[in-house]
């Protein structure tokens, strides 16, 4: 039986961690296509806390309650689904509305839960691995025996990558702010990791590669985009996520010629269930078999009930944390 009323959290004004605010809502109802998931856990992202700060409105359509993933039991189906039945458990990246205690997600935006996973871990990993996927391998075209370096190695999306360049025959070098991150992403795999507050990446990248590295992930942006020109080698792919320090710097740009580079970037969150399924197919097919057989698990840091989202806000701007926060119902 499905409730009449559901718990949810929304920031009805921008501001820091203390204005996210638990709400009464009806739970939503699935249209074509969608499913109904009874959400057991929620995960916490960056774009989460830069909604709440009133810089990453959701997309048109998209709820306003906070949350981009979750898992949970199917409870209801919309018309026309076709991929799964009431009690399966899935793990699905939405749009919106994820911290609550039901969410609507398109069948083809969401995943098995992975044979042996919690839920807590199911609901870490659709934001971090569809953008991982689709930016460091559909975009920078990874490749086994490169070299990837990562900036925010200790992040969600940073810890991801370190794994999933690993599992799939890659090499990494991990930028961080200290030395407990340094020692987290060396035990997730990464063959070098820099303190950046110590260190200069763009000399240990040149040391460790000899010749610069085939693909940079890049949240920062900022100074590092130079610097990034620099510690790149000839042919290689830089993709933009998100620019932590600022979106504005002043680039010498003869690098990106000298070196064939290739700068991109892209964002998940309006791009269109279809493009997203695509995604979708990519993770169940390389990436899935991979969780299943062990070779990688989301890095849980901390777990909060729902009714604590200020909490694992507050968790996430002090940067702390290693790997994901995730919300319990
Ligand atoms: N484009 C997309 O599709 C997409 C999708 C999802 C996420 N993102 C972006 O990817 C980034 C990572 O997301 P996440 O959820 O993994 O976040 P997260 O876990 O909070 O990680 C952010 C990390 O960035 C590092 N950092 C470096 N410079 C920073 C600065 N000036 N201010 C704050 N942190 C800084 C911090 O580690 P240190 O202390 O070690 O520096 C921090 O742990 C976010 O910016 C997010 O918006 C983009």
Redesign the pocket.
């Known amino acids: 039986m499905i409730p009449k009323s559901m718990r949810a959290v929304v920031a009805p004004n921008p501001g820091g961690p203390e204005v996210l605010t638990l709400v009464e809502r009806p739970p939503p109802t699935p249209g074509p296509g969608e499913i109904l998931i009874q959400v057991a856990a929620a995960g916490v992202?960056?774009?989460d806390?830069?909604q709440r700060l009133g810089g990453y409105a959701p997309p048109p359509g998209a709820s306003d309650i906070l949350g981009l993933e979750v898992a949970g039991e199917v409870v209801a189906l919309g018309e026309d689904v076709h991929m799964y039945i009431v009690g399966d458990s899935v793990t699905a990246l939405i749009p919106g509305g994820g911290y609550a205690e039901y969410a609507i997600a398109h069948e083809s935006n969401a995943l098995p839960a992975p044979l042996g996973f919690s839920m807590v871990e199911a609901a870490a990993i659709p934001?971090?691995f569809f953008?991982v996927w689709t930016?460091v391998f559909d975009r920078g075209k990874l490749k086994a025996g490169e070299w990837l370096l990562v900036?925010?190695?200790?992040?969600?999306?940073?810890t991801t990558a370190i794994m999933l360049a690993k599992a799939l025959g890659s090499k990494v070098i991990a930028?961080?702010?200290?030395e407990v991150?340094v020692k987290a992403c060396k035990r997730l795999g990464a063959d070098v990791v820099v303190n950046?507050k110590s260190e200069d990446f763009v000399a240990a990248t040149k040391e460790a590669t000899g010749r610069g590295a085939d693909v940079i992930l890049d949240?920062?942006g900022g100074d590092y985009v130079s610097r990034n020109y620099q510690a790149a080698a000839v042919d290689g792919r830089i993709v933009q996520?998100?620019f932590?320090?600022g979106p504005k710097t002043e680039v010498d740009l003869r690098p990106l010629m000298m070196k064939r580079l290739v700068h991109t970037?892209?964002?998940?969150?309006p791009r269109s269930a279809d493009e997203k399924a695509i995604i979708a197919e990519h993770l169940r097919e390389k990436v899935w078999p991979l969780l299943e057989a062990g070779r990688c698990k989301p890095i849980i840091d901390s777990t909060f009930p729902l009714e604590d989202a200020d909490k694992a806000h507050a968790r996430?701007e002090s940067?702390a944390?290693i790997g994901k926060i995730v919300l319990t119902m």
């Open positions: 992202n960056r774009p806390v830069l934001e971090t953008t930016n900036h925010g190695g200790s992040s969600g999306i940073g930028t961080v702010g200290d991150k950046y949240m920062v996520i998100a932590l320090k970037g892209s964002t998940l969150r996430m940067s944390h």
